[in-house]
C-alpha cells in the first residue's frame, strides 16, 4: 500500500508540472504581453557612465597608491638599522650600476652588472663629504678631466691592474 501511495504521489507531481509548463506555453502571448518593453533592463544614462568611470578611477587609483606605498617602504617592511647600508649609487647603462654600501665603518663601492657584483674600491665611512663637494669637483677644487666614462674605464683599469700585479706576485 505504501508502494502504491508513493508512486501515485510522484505521478500526480509529474503531471501537475507538465500542466503548468502547457500552461506558459499555451498563453505566452498573453504572458509576455504583461511585461513592458524595455522594462527588464535598466536605462544607461550619463550619470550612470559618469559614477562607473569614476569608480574606475578611484580604484585605479588605489591600487598604484598601494604600489607607490609598498615601494617606498618595502613590501616586508625592512629595518633601516640592518647591517648594511646604500649609500647612494649611479646607473651606468640600462644593466649596470655603481652603488655605495656602508658595512660597519667601511664604504664599499660596488659594480653591478646581470649576474655579476664586483667589488671597485674600499674607504673609511665618512671619508667623502657627500652633501658639500660639488658635482664633477675634487675635495681641493679642482675640476676632473674627461667625461665621467673615460675616468670610469681609467680607474677599472688600474683596479685590474693592481688585481694582476697582486695575481702575479702572489703564484711565484
Given at each position: 500500500m505504501k508502494r502504491f501511495a508513493v508512486a501515485f504521489t510522484t505521478l500526480a507531481a509529474a503531471l501537475s508540472a507538465h500542466a503548468a509548463d502547457m500552461n506558459a506555453v499555451n498563453h505566452a502571448a498573453q504572458i509576455a504581453s504583461g511585461v513592458g518593453?524595455?522594462?527588464a533592463v535598466p536605462s544607461l544614462g550619463v550619470g550612470a557612465v559618469l559614477q562607473t568611470l569614476l569608480g574606475l578611477a578611484i580604484v585605479i587609483a588605489f591600487v598604484f597608491g598601494c604600489a607607490w606605498l609598498a615601494r617606498k617602504f618595502g613590501v616586508a617592511g625592512s629595518k633601516r638599522t640592518g647591517l648594511v647600508k646604500v649609500i647612494g649609487g649611479a646607473s651606468?647603462?640600462?644593466k649596470e650600476r655603481v652603488s655605495v654600501v656602508e658595512i660597519g665603518d667601511t664604504w664599499l663601492?660596488?659594480?653591478a652588472a646581470p649576474g655579476n657584483v664586483r667589488l671597485l674600491h674600499?674607504?673609511?665611512a665618512g671619508?667623502?663629504?657627500l652633501n658639500g663637494a660639488e658635482a664633477g669637483a675634487t675635495p681641493e677644487g679642482q675640476a676632473l678631466q674627461g667625461s665621467f666614462g673615460q675616468r670610469f674605464r681609467d680607474a677599472l683599469a688600474g683596479e685590474a691592474t693592481k688585481r694582476l700585479q697582486k695575481f702575479a706576485g702572489g703564484s711565484k
Open positions: 518593453a524595455g522594462t651606468l647603462g640600462n663601492v660596488l659594480g674600499t674607504m673609511p671619508s667623502v663629504e
